[in-house]
């Protein structure tokens, strides 16, 4: 058995309170982690801290300079046990994004389509939500029986599987 993290967070950038306002959720921000630490994680957003108009498939360090700059971070973190085959799946399905990550872009377009409630992705561009939703439906970790590009953070506390295990500071964490 092996376990996972998910981490809902509130990053308090201008765009984490745009999401906030339109979803009335406390957390605007959905990544996902490999180890208990949640030192790594990986998700979708962007990839300069300076500028949201570059994103994509992100791998973010804790003490990188994203955390430096938003390090009142808040966060509510799950731990979901998985078998050693969804695991590698999983772990498969990240080391391939990260080798092609210039690949992968952020989904600006989807996130006003999904307002509207219109189910059109495009392929490799994803919002954060979508991108951990898809992660869990690939590895057959989780299926959220709707479609993927219409997961929001907020729909992560409902898989029955998962506990939390912490809220609170990301960087205290």
């Given at each position: 058995?092996?376990?996972?993290?998910?981490?809902?967070?509130?990053?308090?950038?201008?765009?984490?309170?745009?999401?906030?306002?339109?979803?009335?959720?406390?957390?605007?921000?959905?990544?996902?982690?490999?180890?208990?630490?949640?030192?790594?994680?990986?998700?979708?957003?962007?990839k300069k801290v300076n500028s949201i108009?570059?994103?994509?498939?992100?791998?973010?360090?804790?003490?990188?300079?994203?955390?430096?700059?938003?390090?009142?971070?808040?966060?509510?973190?799950?731990?979901?046990?998985?078998?050693?085959?969804?695991?590698?799946?999983?772990?498969?399905?990240?080391?391939?994004?990260?080798?092609?990550?210039?690949?992968?872009?952020?989904?600006?377009?989807?996130?006003?389509?999904?307002?509207?409630?219109?189910?059109?992705?495009?392929?490799?561009?994803?919002?954060?939500?979508?991108?951990?939703?898809?992660?869990?439906?690939?590895?057959?970790?989780?299926?959220?029986?709707?479609?993927?590009?219409?997961?929001?953070?907020?729909?992560?506390?409902?898989?029955?599987?998962?506990?939390?295990?912490?809220?609170?500071?990301?960087?205290?964490?």
């Amino acid at each position: 058995m092996n376990k996972i993290y998910i981490i809902l967070m509130h990053t308090n950038t201008m765009p984490s309170k745009i999401v906030k306002t339109f979803t009335r959720y406390k957390y605007s921000h959905v990544a996902i982690a490999l180890d208990k630490s949640c030192n790594t994680l990986y998700s979708f957003g962007r990839k300069k801290v300076n500028s949201i108009i570059n994103g994509g498939f992100v791998v973010t360090e804790k003490t990188g300079e994203f955390f430096k700059k938003f390090n009142k971070t808040e966060c509510k973190i799950y731990e979901l046990s998985i078998s050693d085959e969804q695991y590698l799946a999983l772990k498969n399905i990240l080391e391939t994004m990260e080798e092609h990550e210039q690949e992968y872009k952020y989904d600006f377009c989807g996130t006003v389509l999904r307002f509207f409630k219109i189910p059109i992705t495009f392929k490799n561009k994803y919002v954060c939500s979508y991108f951990v939703a898809y992660l869990l439906n690939q590895a057959k970790i989780y299926n959220f029986n709707k479609k993927l590009c219409f997961v929001y953070p907020k729909d992560f506390e409902n898989i029955q599987e998962s506990s939390e295990i912490y809220h609170g500071s990301y960087i205290t964490y």
